[in-house]
Nanobody, 119 residues
Framework: QVQLVESGGGLVQPGGSLRLSCAAS????????MGWYRRAPGKQRELVAR???????NYADSVKGRFTISRDNAKNTVYLQMNSLKPEDTAVYYC?????????????WGQGTQVTVSS
């Protein structure tokens, strides 16, 4: 059984910062790409940032220059540093990991963590 546990969400004022963490545990052989998605009220889910096993990254245009994704392979953990937060960043943020198990490869999702940017 594989689990992704997220932490770090909360309420922050515009211009502030938050750091999200997501730790994978369970029957893991290796982890390929990891990423963060978000869903704002009334909107479709969108990719925020993604990082490959080799460290290559991709960002949504709306967060480029403000957010940084990173990973610690020894801890099976991915992070999202969010700076200069805007009200439009308000959403539930979901961690995603493409994981090689004992017999299969599968996408796993975290439970989601609420980020609210408001004055």
């Amino acid at each position: 059984q594989v689990q992704l546990v997220e932490s770090g969400g909360g309420l922050v004022q515009p211009g502030g910062s938050l750091r999200l963490s997501c730790a994978a545990s369970g029957s893991i052989v290796s982890i390929n790409a990891m990423g963060w998605y978000r869903r704002a009220p009334g909107k479709q889910r969108e990719l925020v940032a993604r990082i490959t096993s080799g460290g290559s990254t991709n960002y949504a245009d709306s967060v480029k220059g403000r957010f940084t994704i990173s990973r610690d392979n020894a801890k099976n953990t991915v992070y999202l540093q969010m700076n200069s937060l805007k009200p439009e960043d308000t959403a539930v943020y979901y961690c995603n990991a493409d994981i090689n198990g004992r017999y299969s490869r599968f996408d796993y999702w975290g439970q989601g963590t609420q980020v609210t940017v408001s004055s």
